[in-house]
């Protein structure tokens, strides 16, 4: 167990649901990173967080995609109307800023299946 | 383009054999990069990190080692296990230290035979 935690770990949706789910990392780290991963490939980033401010965003994370971090704490990543494409493992990761390590501490992921 | 990739096969090896995993990356400039092992299921856990200044780094049975001019890293687990088995990643550190960005590369999945 890293620290970081997920919820759900798996969610089953029809095509044009909308999903959310929540990622809560180690609570003194202030950088938050959400990754996508599909099955035989490695975690593809999405989008980061310092504190509340998302920082960057992948050209992946289309207009369906949203995340927040609204107390710099948790984050939640919503996907709307989803797609069969959507189908993945959801990963975050937490790091702080000021340590004095790279390291990234990953959740166990969010599956999402689309049917 | 920019591509990392691993072995492509996965890797079987005996108990007891050091098992050597390569990663070789075009068009990326990394400032470090890191190593995590992956259980089905699971998250990535962190193994390792050499930095573009490094020739080698070592943690117990594990070695790493980076070369920025053949644009190649090798992982090295000395006296494999059964319980080595699992897929490793290596990620590059973009962006350097201030966005602590990864880009994984596909994964080489080693299989430890007893």
């Known amino acids: ?115 | 383009s920019q591509k990392i990739e691993q072995n492509s096969e996965a890797l079987n090896i005996q108990e007891g054999k050091t098992a050597t995993l390569t990663c070789n990356y075009t068009n990326y400039s990394p400032a470090y990069l890191q190593w995590y092992r992956q259980d089905p299921g699971r998250g990535p856990v962190f193994l390792l990190l050499i930095r573009e200044n490094e020739k080698e780094k070592r943690k117990e049975r594990l070695k790493v080692t980076f070369d920025t001019t053949l644009k190649q890293s090798l992982f090295h687990i000395t006296a494999s296990q059964p319980a080595d088995s699992a897929t490793y990643l290596c990620a590059l550190g973009v962006g350097g230290g201030a966005t602590n960005k990864l880009i994984f590369g596909t994964g080489t999945l080693l299989a430890v035979q007893p």
């Open chain 1, 1 to 115: 167990d890293t620290g970081v935690s997920q919820d759900p770990r798996h969610k089953i949706t029809k095509r044009g649901q909308n999903v959310t789910f929540r990622c809560d990392p180690i609570s003194e780290h202030n950088r938050l990173y959400w990754y996508r991963q599909t099955l035989g490939q490695g975690p593809e980033f999405l989008t980061y967080f310092q504190n509340e401010a998302q920082l960057e965003k992948s050209r992946l994370l289309s207009d369906r995609f949203s995340a927040e971090r609204p107390k710099g704490s948790f984050s939640t990543l919503e996907i709307q109307r989803t797609e069969q494409g959507d189908s993945a493992m959801y990963l975050c990761a937490s790091w702080m800023t000021s340590g004095k390590t790279y390291e990234q501490y990953f959740g166990p992921g969010t599956r999402l299946t689309v049917t």
